[in-house]
């Protein structure tokens, strides 16, 4: 079995099934071992709770990396979600140039937009320090929103199959060859993943729950690191990613008080077993 050591840089929502919350088991439940930066500590994520505190860990960053190259610390896999601030995207970029070992594989989640929205901490500047982070990663992970807001192509709600060949050619021109663009539908039922490398597209298309669920973008995007990780192609790991999240959403769905995140811890035995 591949047993890979992977970084992950991502913040701590103490509550609220998000980033690394989210990385860390799943990761370890696809065996491999997980090392954690964290990019801030938040109470509870952004999108739902009011009066979060928010502690940016962007000062500690420089700290830690120079102890990790003092000890030769190196990677074989950089995932990065949500950050921290804009100054830290420079950091994270430096790490992501630097502290993989050779042939290691950088996945880039922008995770900082939903619904044609950025999350509640984020602007411009962010966008554009985004931007920067491109060219260093091997795989860019965005929703639909995030390449909009990446590649300055108009964010729609309908749209066809020439909108995403030219969203994903825009995406592109930034840096990033290989490019998993999540939650693309084109009939009402139906969502799936279109999945861009060397210029060409395939798609996987799966049902779409209607209630949408928080934290679905780190669970797809932490299944997925898993199982590419596990030696699994582009293709079969944003397949098995997006059949896990659509099983942990349809668990979670009819449970009212679980509004902020999904179940998926009781699901990550099924997500074992698609990877053997
Ligand atoms: O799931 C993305 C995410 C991660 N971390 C925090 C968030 C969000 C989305 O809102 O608020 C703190």
Redesign the pocket.
Known sequence: MDYKKLLTIQ?I?CVGQ??LTVALPILSACGHETCVLPSAV?ST???GFSGFTFRDLTDDIPQICKHWKNENIQFDGIYTG?LGSVKQVAFVKEILDTLGKLNAVKIVDP?FADNGKL?PIFDEAYVEAMKTLCPSADILLPNISEACFLSGVEYRENYDETYIKTLLNELSKLGCATIVLTGVGYAPDKTGVAVYEKGKISYYEHTRIAKGCH?T??VYASAFTGALFRGKTLFEASKIAADYTVRCIQFTQNDQTHWYGVKFEPLLPTLIQALE
Do not use: E, P, Q, R
Request: with cysteine; aromatic share 14%.
């Open positions: 913040d929502s998000c980033s938040l994520h952004t999108a949500y995770a999350y934290g973008g780190d």
